[in-house]
């Protein structure tokens, strides 16, 4: 598949850039709610991650949503293995040991070994 779609947004440091993508890429990224339509074949990404994820830790108040202990970084619900984007809906606060242990697994399975813990 030929990457034929502008991609635009702003970098963890808050520089502007300009990516590519499919149009299956992009079309996810629109349906999902991580970025916008702006133009033929161009689409801009809604989210800064840094500030998204400091955004996703206060919602939660640091509180991991797995373990209920403190949380101090977010994970992905769906992962971007699976397909995943970051957004508010697809991020949770976790704590370092539970992400390291979902790590791609899927949300329903890692949830299940946790409430047997």
Avoid at 80 to 94: I, Q, Y
């Amino acid at each position: 598949m030929e990457k034929d779609w502008m991609v635009i947004g702003r970098s963890r440091k808050g520089k502007n850039y300009i990516g590519w993508a499919t149009e299956d890429k992009a079309r996810s990224m629109i349906e999902f709610g991580s970025a916008v339509l702006v133009g033929d074949k161009k689409v801009k990404k809604l989210y800064q991650y840094e500030v998204l994820r400091k955004e996703v830790l206060i919602r939660d108040k640091y509180i991991c949503h797995y373990c209920k202990k403190k949380g101090d970084t977010v994970d992905h619900i769906i992962s971007r293995a699976e397909g995943g984007f970051s957004t508010p809906e697809n991020l949770v606060c976790s704590c370092l040991k539970c992400n390291w242990k979902k790590s791609t697994m899927k949300y329903e399975d890692f949830m299940r070994i946790v409430n047997f813990q």
